[in-house]
């Protein structure tokens, strides 16, 4: 067999936040006999069952505190369902929300006709209280070496795969490049956010392709908040004889969106 050699170079990775809020603020008017406070000037009228003396984090060189005060029933209940009721708890709860990559650098080195090529990253992924994420990805343009000419997005054995739709990739004369993600439970592969995108590790789709006015895709999300979330990815490339040499290239961007 003829082996044509292909220097398949870095794929440049980029990460991106996108925070969105929506924020509603309503001012419920109840007659004032129906609640234990009520506050008006010009602007508004709040009625509510309490407002705190006082509640938040406190701490000095020997002690850390966090308290409400004012509220009525404050403390953790233990029953079948644990109930902590008195706003410090949001702190037991809420995390920074953060995102990163942990190698910017995905090089395939010297490709092989019919042997496929991987590497991998891991995505880290924290939310604030109560919420979910998504995480989204795309890539610039196909795998391009210097004069033009590409490496195909990845179609799948069953020719199934597209950038929204997963498709097995097992055999050798598969061709193409793409992508396979899985959550990981503390380091346990388990498929946590992205078994519903990927349902096993042979399943792949295409990048979304941007120079093909293709839309950015989800590849991973949950709804309830996670603290450092890892979530693997698996780059493959497989190319046939025909491939021409050359440094291939392309950048891929993912964007990390939670949920409020």
Request: glycine share 6%; charged share 15%.
């Amino acid at each position: 067999m003829k082996y044509n050699r292909l220097n398949f170079l870095k794929l440049l990775l980029f990460l991106s936040f996108v925070f969105i809020s929506n924020l509603v603020f309503r001012v419920l008017n109840f007659p004032s006999s129906a609640w234990a406070q009520h506050f008006e000037s010009d602007s508004y009228i709040i009625d509510w069952g309490n407002f705190n003396i006082t509640s938040g984090r406190k701490s000095s060189d020997s002690y850390n505190l966090t308290d409400t005060v004012g509220q009525n029933a404050p403390g953790q209940y233990d029953g079948s369902v644990i109930i902590k009721s008195g706003f410090q708890y949001i702190y037991d709860m809420i995390y920074n929300f953060s995102f990163s990559i942990d190698d910017l650098t995905i090089d395939f080195g010297t490709l092989v006709p019919q042997i496929p090529a991987t590497d991998t990253n891991t995505l880290t992924i924290s939310t604030p209280s109560g919420r979910g994420y998504q995480i989204l990805t795309h890539q610039n343009h196909s795998l391009a070496n210097e004069v033009g000419q590409t490496i195909p997005d990845v179609t799948g054995d069953n020719g199934l795969a597209t950038e929204s739709q997963e498709d097995t990739w097992t055999q050798a004369d598969t061709y193409g490049f793409g992508m396979t993600a899985i959550g990981l439970d503390d380091t346990n592969p388990t498929g946590v956010g992205t078994s519903q995108y990927f349902p096993t590790t042979d399943d792949y789709r295409q990048f979304a392709n941007y120079a093909l006015s293709e839309t950015q895709q989800i590849i991973a999300s949950e709804a309830n908040s996670v603290k450092d979330r890892s979530i693997q990815v698996t780059y493959k490339a497989n190319i046939d004889t025909f491939q021409s040499t050359g440094n291939y290239q392309a950048a891929i961007t993912f964007t990390a969106i939670p949920n409020y």
